[in-house]
């Protein structure tokens, strides 16, 4: 019973065996992997400790100044400079997907738009630090603003007017 065919069979039987123990999801097939995670620092640890720091160096690092001492860009000069951006703008993406996250999640409507276009906004810093494109890069942190603002403008619109109130001053 060493026969090539004999083996074949063999090894089909116990592949067949294996793929049927192994627990499926009955969509799509797959298996199904049991996540948990710890969720123990809030929306607001996220924003101001993880979140807000990235993007204020996103935005610190674009655009341009006019003042009495002149014009001056912002945006980075080495490649050290512009490598520090693409890191804060992966962190930005990656909080759009830490706010997603079950646990964090206020609702799965519009807080899912808004942590997508975060990650959206990220991402697309990402790629025009990279290409070192000025006027994209520029643009991505003009879309990571609106998404901000919205999101702002939605669930929490005291921080806005604590805003106003601030400017005004």
């Known amino acids: 019973m060493n026969s090539p065919i004999f083996r074949m069979l063999l090894l089909t039987t116990l592949s067949g065996l294996i793929l049927s123990c192994s627990p499926q999801d009955s969509e799509s097939g797959g298996t199904v992997v049991e996540s948990t995670f710890n969720t123990t620092l809030g929306i607001v640890e996220i924003m101001s400790m993880v979140l807000e ?41 990656e909080s759009g997907n830490l706010l997603a996250l079950p646990g964090r999640a206020l609702d799965n409507d519009a807080w899912m738009v808004y942590s997508q276009g975060m ?4 991402l697309m810093a990402m790629d025009a630090a990279k290409r070192r494109h000025e006027e994209d890069f520029f643009q991505a942190g003009a879309q990571l603003y609106s998404v901000c603002r919205a999101c702002h403008q939605s669930y929490n619109p005291d921080i806005l007017s604590r805003f106003v109130e601030d400017d005004a001053q």
């Open 53 to 93: 720091p990235a993007a204020d160096s996103l935005w610190d690092n674009a655009g341009w100044i006019e003042s009495a001492a002149g014009y001056e860009e912002l945006y980075p000069t080495t490649d050290e400079g512009w490598d520090y951006v693409i890191a804060q703008a992966a962190v930005v993406a």
């Open 119 to 122: 990650i959206d906004a990220g």
